[in-house]
């Protein structure tokens, strides 16, 4: 794949290189055949630039000196073929003074399109360096096709399960709900069954590079959070068990409590009623009496049931 990868590129700068010349061959002839009635040397920046942009400040000074030369030797030869138009330019060092300058010139683009190149170059460079830094994992998506636009390392890690990542789909696939199912700038906390995570979703809508409208999607992992909130679910759960366990045995400690001296007395008073009736000695108002005494303290029993429940 790298082979590939290097091969292509290799085939990209033979093309733009050769691309470069044919600018300056098609300039040259325009040149020479309008017998600099037209001074088409303003045109010679074009490839230059191109050349410059796309293969470097090496490359652009080389196309400088060869758009110079290739501009001074049709002047030159113009100005045999053409002599009226050579009357323009009757001294050899005006055509050489010229050729210097556009030489200056040329090279003093190349060098302002490099830097400018770096410059762009170091923006994305600290832009990707944020991106790549975040804990949660970001891609841009075309709404519209699918296509995802950027991901960061930390986005193809959690979901590419080591595949590349080339469509939003093989991310959704993997959340329920899918994030794009959320309103705009809410987000929403999703599940990855296959690997046992939550995430955080945000979504909003971006414009990207070429004006197209995008999305920009950033799913942060959550699963320590609702761990730990399960956890504490379940210790509250206890703690709970624990309180109505504590109440329940506050409730028969204190039955116990208050039903010791009622049962106690009721147990008395039957008692002394079945011994008095076994010896035969017994009075029926003496029983009758004590007989309302345990029924008394049996309804006293009762209150304190009411009471406690």
Known sequence: ???????????????????????????????YITGHELDLSVL????VCFISWMLGRTSGIVFSVLAVAAWFANDRLTGHLFPHAFLLYPHSLLHLWKALVLLATWIIFVIVLDKLKV?????DERFATVLEGLYGAVYVVDPNSGELLYLNHRCQIA?????PLTSSRQIEAQLQPPPLSHDEGRGGEVYDAAHQ???LVHARPLRWVDGRDVRLVAVTDITDRKQAEELSRQQQEKLQQ???????????????????QPLAAIANYTMGCVRR?????????????????????A?????IIQRVR
């Open 159 to 163: 979901f590419g399960a080591g595949e």
């Open 242 to 260: 624990t309180s109505h366990l504590i109440t329940v045995g506050h409730m028969a400690s204190t039955l116990a409590h208050e039903m010791n």
């Open 299 to 303: 309804e006293r029993a009762g209150r």
């Open 197 to 199: 995570r939550w995430y």
């Open 277 to 297: 009736l076994r010896a035969g000695n017994w009075d029926a108002q003496e029983l009758l009496a004590a007989m309302e005494k345990a029924g008394a303290q």
């Open 1 to 31: 794949m790298t082979r590939f990868i290097k091969y292509l590129s290799r085939q990209s700068r033979i093309f733009y290189f050769a691309l470069g010349l044919a600018l300056i061959v098609v300039i040259a002839l325009s040149d």
């Open 119 to 123: 410059a762009l170059a170091h923006a």
């Open 44 to 47: 010679y920046l074009g490839p």
